[in-house]
């Protein structure tokens, strides 16, 4: 049984792919931000959740170093904790763009720097990073300012990651989701066709491919999931 850490368990993208991971048979170690949500979690033989704010470096290195040390092998790592901000660049101000770093990039970063050195060391596992096509796109991206420069940070750390994984059947991927279809966008775009939109169920199927041997050879992934939006 392959065993994967899933931050954010408790989101909207999150509830979906900690089920699908469950549903196929993985050992869950899920991350919630407080008690409440960690009691909303029914029990199953093979998920366990912590409670572990990930914007804190130390907090989140003991969870990482714990994980290692009660199954001695981590597989994987879903990094789904994040958060949208809008503003272009007049209503971004500094603590706009520390806050946006903190959540989008620093909660995927203090995961990942000891879960590397653990999947480097046993020359094994995958991490995948959750991005957003402001990112990518200035034309999105100019009114989004804070969220596009945080959400950017990790492709340019998949990037290094991988260089420093060649050689070893280790790598980082992207994925990149369009809008998902969650209650909160519907409620906020109410004019829009959620038809267009990617179901977190789509996301979850995809990452459980990264995850999985049938991606074996897949290097330097950036998987855009968008449909239709
Ligand atoms: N929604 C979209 O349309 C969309 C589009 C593109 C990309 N994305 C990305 O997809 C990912 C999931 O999105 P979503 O819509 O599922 O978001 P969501 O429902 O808001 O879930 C975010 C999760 O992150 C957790 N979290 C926030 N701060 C944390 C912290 N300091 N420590 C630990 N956990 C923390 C939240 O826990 P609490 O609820 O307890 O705070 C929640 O479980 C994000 O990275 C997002 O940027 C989303």
Not at 75 to 104: R, T
Not at 129 to 134: E, K, Q, V
Not at 150 to 177: H, I, Q, R
Not at 189 to 195: C, K, L, S, T
Request: charged share 20%; glycine share 6%; hydrophobic share 45%.
């Amino acid at each position: 049984m392959k065993t994967v850490i899933i931050t954010g368990a408790n989101g909207n993208l999150g509830r979906a792919v900690t089920k699908e991971f469950l549903d196929k048979n993985y050992r869950v170690l899920a991350t919630v931000s407080n008690d409440t949500a960690r009691a909303d979690f029914q029990t199953h033989p093979n998920l366990e959740v912590a409670v572990v704010n990930l914007t804190h470096e130390n907090e989140t290195y003991e969870f990482i170093r714990n994980s290692i040390g009660k199954y001695r092998v981590i597989d994987a790592a879903l990094l789904l904790v994040g958060g949208f901000a809008q503003g272009a660049l007049a209503a971004a101000s500094g603590e706009d763009i520390h806050q946006q770093i903190a959540l989008n990039f620093e909660t995927a970063y203090y995961v990942t720097r000891p879960l590397f050195a653990h999947l480097m060391e046993n020359k094994k596992g995958r991490i995948v990073l959750i991005g957003a096509r402001p990112a990518l796109n200035p034309a999105q991206g100019k009114d989004l300012i804070a969220y596009s420069l945080s959400k950017s940070l990790l492709f340019k750390l998949a990037e290094l990651l991988n260089e420093a994984a060649k050689g070893a059947d280790v790598s980082v991927s992207v994925v990149v989701p369009s809008t998902l279809d969650t209650p909160l966008n519907r409620k906020s775009m109410p004019g829009a066709n959620p038809d267009n939109w990617v179901k977190p169920l789509e996301i979850a199927e995809t990452l459980e491919f990264l995850v999985s041997d049938k991606s074996k050879s897949l290097k330097e992934t950036v998987l855009k999931i968008y449909n239709n939006a």
